[in-house]
C-alpha cells in the first residue's frame, strides 16, 4: 500500500500539493486538525503566509502534535511558508515550529512583483536541473552541523535543506510538472 501523506490545509497551496501527490501514486489526507495526523507516513507542510499557518496551527492545537511526530522520526517537508515554519530563526516574533536547526530571512528575493523561476540541481534528485518556482522566497542563511544542504542558487543562496527525516525547501514544487522532489518525498516516507 502506498504512502499515506498529510497536507497541512489551513492556508495556502495545499490542494496542489495534494494533486501532485495523487500523481505519484502516493495517498494524501488534508490535515486540518490534530485527529487527521494519526495513521500518516508523513507531513507536507505548504506555501502560504507563515505567520497565518503557525497561528492557525496554535489555534487548533496542531503545532504539539507536529514536533511531537518530527521528534519521533515522521518525515515532515516544508516547503516556502512550511520552511519558515520549520525554522528555529526567523528574525522575528512568530509562530514557529523549531524542526529544523536553521536560520532563515523571510521573503528575502522581493515582493510577489519579483517572483521567478530558476533551474537548481538538488543533491539526491537526479536527471538535472529542478525547475524551482520562487514566490515570495525566504532563504536559508545559516545551518547548524547537522543539516545537510540539498540545493543552492549561483550567489550560494541556499534553497533546500534536509535534517534526517526534515526536508526544506524554499521554493513551490508543486507549481511544477516536476514530480521528481514529491517522489523523493514519498520515497523518505517509504525508507522510515
Known amino acids: 500500500m502506498s504512502a499515506l501523506i498529510g497536507v497541512l490545509a489551513l492556508q495556502g497551496d495545499f490542494a496542489e500539493h495534494v494533486q501532485v501527490l495523487d500523481a505519484v501514486g502516493g495517498r494524501a ?23 497565518t499557518i503557525g497561528m492557525l496551527m496554535e489555534r487548533y492545537d496542531l503545532d504539539g502534535p507536529i514536533r511531537d511526530l518530527a521528534k519521533h522520526g515522521m518525515p515532515i517537508w516544508g516547503t516556502c511558508a512550511g520552511l519558515i515554519l520549520m525554522a528555529c530563526d526567523v528574525g522575528r516574533q512568530q509562530p514557529l515550529l523549531e524542526l529544523i ?30 525547475p524551482a518556482v520562487f514566490i515570495r522566497a525566504p532563504r536559508v542563511v545559516s545551518v547548524g552541523d ?41 520515497g523518505m516516507t517509504e525508507a522510515v
Not at 514544487?173 to 517522489?183: A, I, K, N, S, V
Open 29 to 51: 489526507r488534508q490535515v486540518r486538525d490534530a485527529n487527521q495526523l494519526e495513521g500518516l507516513d508523513g507531513l507536507i507542510i505548504p506555501g502560504g503566509e507563515s505567520t
Open 101 to 130: 536547526n536553521i536560520s532563515v530571512e523571510r521573503n528575502a528575493f522581493g515582493r510577489q512583483l519579483e517572483s521567478f523561476e530558476v533551474s537548481v540541481d538538488i543533491e539526491g534528485i537526479s536527471g538535472g536541473g529542478f
Open 146 to 186: 547537522d543539516v545537510e544542504v540539498l540545493a543552492r542558487l549561483d550567489d550560494g543562496s541556499i534553497v533546500a535543506v534536509r535534517q534526517k527525516n526534515l526536508l526544506g525547501t524554499a521554493f513551490h514544487p508543486e507549481l511544477t510538472c516536476d514530480l521528481r522532489l514529491h517522489r523523493y518525498f514519498v
